[in-house]
């Protein structure tokens, strides 16, 4: 059973990590990142080509980490794949135990770094949700039969809190849930109080959230973030307090710790998702920080 | 309407390296309106020609270039040059185009891009509005269409990337589900949007298609 979702249905808080596979076929640098998360977080998101780049696939790295004893989230985006790839991912992954999926939209191709490659989407993540269920209930997309037993996932998805109308993200987050996803990871999120307001609709919703945590490393990475990556509002406040530290990388992990140890103390969602982009090692500084 | 755009000059030269005479067709439909195949269009690739040394022996200019019946009638005109010609020349969509070639034993060259199914905003400005996909959803959407106005084509809401309700992948466009959440809000039909969708299946897109008017039977 996966120990993520343990951790979720027994109300214990739950931790995840994000690691992204090389570009390349050399994975030492993620399982060394990943056996430092092993005993620090419940399990470990592979990302999908994330931000449309090319790397090795998130199904081979979860492979790998599966097989070093650490719990792996699969990340799945339908931006490469059609139906049938990814319901073939998706056995291939029950296979070797994976249980966890997160399923995402995906960012589109041309604004990654193969921009020539076809956009596929013909799943939005609702899609491959349904997709999953589709293989637990002994069924293809084509509605043909398994053979053997079917396959059990705990299914999971992705919201952007820091969104206008954020009744339309609600929306399609209880399509989500309709559809499967169990818990939910947020963007990066540094604003207590809007994520209450946002909580306050969501936890309507029949699932898990986990407060996504992307540490700042910063003031130019927070005025950076603000002006280019959706769904992110790094409050002014926060900004400052970077820019006035010495040891910015230092403040950043204090920072997204308080966040933590806020939310966990206060109630208010299941667990922290964090992404550290390519700063992996800070996370058990970050959670030890939180007392976690 | 089908939306084209004249292919770059030296992409149409390269085409006709060698030679000495052509034909133009034109169409007097969709590539008018986008200026890529009507009367004017004609002429300016004449002259273009011209002064390349490649002589225009004959044009013709039809309603429409991917109406075969038509076609065939409208080529009759250039029966005499025709055969002395070395290509053909079509200043229409890749359809017309190729409803020529289907007519004719001559090399026949587009001078168009085919870009895309779109609608004429204003005068000289085109956007695309359907993508085709045969089972249209507009009823569900307030009759915008989410295959084509969202990059995505997702059919079950917005991704989360929007910001000041421009959409992710390109900041000129408006996200076309915050686009469709205000239509429906507006029309008392948030409902809609709160059905789950499923994917949109593809098993009667498998191309080249036919429909037979015909053949088809009615339930009387
Ligand atoms: S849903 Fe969009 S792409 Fe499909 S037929 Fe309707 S308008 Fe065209
Ligand atoms: S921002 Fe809106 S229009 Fe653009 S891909 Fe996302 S949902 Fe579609």
Not at chain 2, 83 to 88: K, T
Not at chain 2, 148 to 165: F, H, M, R
Request: proline fraction near 4%; include cysteine; glycine fraction near 8%.
């Amino acid at each position: 059973m996966s120990k993520l979702k343990q951790a979720l249905d027994s109300g214990t808080f739950a931790l995840t990590a994000e690691i992204a596979p090389p570009k390349g076929f050399d994975f030492t640098r993620q399982l060394y990142l990943a056996n430092l998360l092993k005993d620090k977080v419940h399990a470990v998101n592979v990302t999908d080509f994330q931000s449309a780049s090319l790397k090795a696939s998130s199904l081979g790295l979860c492979i790998m980490l599966k097989q070093a004893g650490i719990e792996p989230v699969f990340q799945i985006t339908g931006r490469d794949r059609s139906r049938m790839a990814i319901q073939g991912d998706m056995l291939s992954a029950a296979a070797f135990g994976i249980k966890n999926i997160l399923a995402l939209t995906g960012d589109h191709t041309t604004v990654g770094d193969c921009k020539d490659s076809k956009p596929v989407f013909d799943l939005d993540s609702v899609g491959i949700l349904k997709a999953a269920r589709m293989l637990e209930s002994g069924q293809d997309c084509g509605g043909n039969a398994l053979n053997g037993e079917s396959p059990e996932f705990y299914l999971g998805a992705c919201v952007t809190p820091e969104y206008d109308p954020v009744e339309l993200q609600i929306i399609k987050m209880k399509k989500k849930a309709m559809a499967g996803a169990a818990f939910f990871q947020t963007q990066g999120l540094y604003d207590i109080e809007s994520f209450k307001r946002f909580m306050d609709y969501a936890s309507k919703i029949e699932c898990k959230v986990l407060a996504g945590i992307i540490p700042l490393k910063s003031a130019g990475m927070a005025k950076f973030m603000n002006r280019s990556v959706p769904g992110i509002r790094v409050p002014d406040s926060l900004i400052e307090r970077l820019k006035n530290s010495s040891e910015p990388v230092k403040e950043g992990i204090l920072i997204a710790a308080e966040f933590i140890s806020k939310i966990k103390e206060q109630g208010i969602c299941d667990g922290a998702h964090i992404m550290a982009i390519g700063a992996e090692e800070n996370v058990p500084l970050i959670l030890e920080a939180a007392g976690l | 309407m089908i939306i084209s755009q004249k292919k770059p000059d030296e992409e149409i030269l390269s085409y006709l390296e060698g030679a000495k005479k052509v034909v133009l067709v034109g169409c007097g439909e969709c590539a008018t309106v986008c200026k890529t195949g009507g009367e004017e269009e004609l002429e300016n690739m004449k002259a273009f020609l011209a002064s390349h040394g490649i002589e225009v022996v004959g044009s013709i200019y039809p309603q429409s270039a991917c109406n075969k019946l038509l076609m065939k009638k409208e080529l009759k005109a250039l029966k005499d040059v025709l055969p002395e010609c070395d290509a053909v020349v079509s200043l229409s969509c890749g359809d017309g185009t190729q409803t020529i070639a289907s007519l004719i034993d001559k090399c026949v060259y587009p001078a168009n891009n085919t870009m895309f199914l779109g609608e004429v905003e204003r005068q000289g400005i085109f956007t695309e509005a359907c993508r085709l996909c045969s089972d249209c959803v507009l009823a569900y959407t307030g009759g915008i269409c989410p295959i084509t106005k969202c990059a995505k084509s997702l059919i079950n809401g917005p991704c989360g990337g929007s910001v000041d309700g421009k959409c992710e992948v390109n900041h000129d466009n408006p996200c076309a589900w915050i686009e469709i959440y205000n239509k429906l809000n507006k029309l008392g039909q948030l409902d809609k949007l709160e059905k789950m969708y499923e994917p949109k299946g593809y098993k009667d897109t498998a191309y080249p298609r036919v429909i037979n008017l015909r053949e088809e039977k009615h339930d009387e």
